[in-house]
């Protein structure tokens, strides 16, 4: 597959991009021609020139504003942020621990408000592109995630009203609302029986997951001026599930 160089001359941060979605976004937004900042708690397989580490945990508001130092002390400026990092919970209501609530919302909520509080400076001197990774599960109610739907609902919200104040500094703001994707440290593909599988493959009208690409694919296209006029939007790729 031939790809173009969308990216040339562009300096993208994406967060949890040491695994899953977010490593197959960084190896996108790369052969693109972009230099990429990871921030992680982890570092990824691999660096080179054009892929930085810079450990983060993105529930630190101030590992958030050194993060962004960092990309600009490596790389010059900042263009592209892909909010990715997140954690998932299984429980249910009244049996969860408050504390497991607050951390499900200080990853998935609160720290795209502290990295993005850090960024939007840098970025609105040349404008730019954040593409939040939120889920179909903040769109409907599932079986046994309270914590994790609501939260990615707030992403979503968060992802509209920040569209609007960030209009006026030429950054375009979208959040992506994947399915259920193979292939990632915490999909549910990773976990489970065959039966537990299945039951996440019965509802999928295509049959099967979704690929960690595919998810890179509409991350880059979003981070990109071929969407030049989206901002504000909720994307969903989820082989069809919600169309039920
Ligand atoms: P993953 O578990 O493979 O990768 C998540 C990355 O985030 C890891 O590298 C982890 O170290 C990092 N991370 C976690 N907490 C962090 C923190 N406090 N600071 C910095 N980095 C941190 O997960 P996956 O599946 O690739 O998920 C990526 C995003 O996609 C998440 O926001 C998730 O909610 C979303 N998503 C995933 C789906 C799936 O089926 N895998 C479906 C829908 C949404």
Redesign the pocket.
Known sequence: MGFTLRFQDKVAIV?????????ATVQRLVREGARVLI????PPQETSDAVAFHR????SPT?ATAMVEAAVALFGRVDVLV??????CLDETPDLDPVVWNRVF???VS?VFYVCRAAIPVMARQGGAIVN?????GLAGDYGFTA?NAS?AALINYTRSLALDCAHDGIRVNAL??????G??????AHGSAADRQAWLDPIPLGR??T?EE?ANIIAFLASNEASYMTGSIVVADGGTTAH
Do not use: E, F, R, W
């Open positions: 967060t949890g991009g040491s695994s899953g979605i977010g490593a921030a992680d708690l982890n983060t945990d993105v529930t590992d909010n990715n990092a997140g954690i998932g200080d990853v998935n720290a990774i939120a889920s179909v599960s994790y990615k609302c994947p399915g259920t994707v193979a990632t440290a915490m999909g549910v593909g997951m979704g960690v998810m």
